[in-house]
């Protein structure tokens, strides 16, 4: 359920971002698959406690599962704005690029490094911090393909990731990335801030379900309460927006236009809110089973917990100097420095010795990232 959802968030937006129908349908398809995936696991729960304290652990486990389908939920409603009709400003399209982590759509050209490869072969992730979400051969597309699926000349592929992982991956198909385009003009109306606004609050509705599932796997008080306060600032965001929105429609011709950015918001609130309830297991004390470390460990992207170490590369670089993006497909969600936490950090932040780096990926590039931590053996 929890790989499931994070893929329809991704696509979800690329819908959005490409206006593909086609993948809103798959978005609306995939919620079927999350709502049998809640009917299952509700039947197990009811198995599976035998006493009091087997409940309890059960409500616990249900309570999460039913987090992950209200953030499928949220991604099944991003898809039917496209699939009724519900006008978006181009702004918006053009502004999702600026997120944290961006999504490209791009064809593989004969002859290039990805013509006729399999993906696993390749660790595309871990080697430019991309991942590939969706595959267009034909008329026919494969969602979220595994390490089995290979690729060809005439695909067009959707991909994921950093920023900096942009060049990287171009090369690869062996083409220019796209010249950058002014997005954002310098004189900002309010239409420009609500749009600006709504790509900060859907990074912050990800980093809140990133941070969710990694304060339950570590047990961490200290980041279930940071979801907490990013619940609490999407709160005041969305009033906000709904302010600048409204300012806004003084001024277009054609306010069906901004009905859209209401809804964006409302996913993304939505999203964080499932995050909320996610972490509500942790602050009530109801104990998790061991078996949900390893459920999040096999899931297709993990969280790691990794030491900056003395003499390693890491020590004393910034994440924009170490490009961790690109090198090991992994997104830093905080780093712990002693008692203090850094969530969301900037590309600007330094690390030390010492530093613990929160993080999600793929296996291939946790085992670069604790590499990357390791002191130089030179």
């Known amino acids: 359920m929890k790989d499931v959802s994070e893929l329809m968030v991704d696509l979800a937006y690329s819908a959005i ?5 086609e993948i809103a349908n798959e978005v609306v398809n ?27 652990s059960m409500s616990g486990l249900l309570q999460i599962a039913e987090g992950a389908e209200r953030i499928s939920n949220a991604a099944s409603e991003i898809a039917m704005v496209l699939l009724k009709d519900i006008r978006i400003p181009a702004r918006m399209r053009l502004a999702l690029p600026e997120a944290e982590e961006v999504t ?7 002859g290039c490094d990805l013509d006729g490869v399999i993906i696993g072969d390749i660790r595309l992730q871990s080697t430019t911090g991309m991942r590939i979400i969706a595959i267009r051969r034909g008329r026919v597309w494969t969602y979220d393909p595994d390490k089995e699926t290979y690729l060809k000349k005439d695909d067009i592929i959707l991909a994921k990731g950093p920023e900096d992982g942009i060049e990287p991956l171009y090369k690869l198909l062996g083409s220019p990335p796209p010249p950058d385009e002014e997005l954002i003009e310098e004189a900002l109306d309010d239409l420009d801030r609500a749009v600006l ?18 304060a339950l796997l570590f047990d961490s008080q200290d980041i279930a309460e940071e979801v907490v306060w990013l619940n609490e600032r999407m709160d005041s965001m969305r009033l906000q927006l709904e302010l600048w929105v409204l300012e806004s429609a003084k001024k277009v011709d054609h306010v069906e236009y901004l009905r859209g950015l209401l809804h964006m918001s409302a996913f993304a609130d939505a999203i ?16 998790i089973p061991p078996i949900f470390q390893k459920i999040i460990r096999e899931s297709d992207e993990i969280i790691s917990r990794i030491e900056v170490k003395g003499g390693s590369f890491l020590s004393g670089k910034t994440l924009k100097e170490a490009s961790l993006g690109a090198i090991t497909g992994m997104v830093v969600l905080a780093i712990k420095r002693g008692d203090k936490w850094i969530y969301r ?13 929160i993080a999600k990926g793929r296996r291939d590039g946790e085992c670069r990232l604790l590499a990357l931590c390791k002191p130089d053996d030179k």
């Open 17 to 21: 971002l490409f206006e593909s129908k």
């Open 30 to 56: 995939l919620e079927e698959t999350m709502n049998l995936l809640l009917y299952q696991a509700r039947i197990t729960s009811i198995l599976g406690a035998r006493r009091m304290e087997e409940a309890e």
């Open 104 to 110: 490209i759509r791009a064809e593989i050209r004969e």
């Open 197 to 214: 606004l709504i790509v900060e609050m859907k990074n912050i509705s990800e980093l809140a379900v990133g941070l969710a599932y990694t």
């Open 272 to 287: 964080c809110s499932a995050a909320l309830s996610i972490v509500d297991v942790l602050m009530r004390d109801i104990e």
């Open 345 to 357: 950090p900037k590309k600007n932040v330094r690390l030390y010795e010492g530093d613990f780096i």
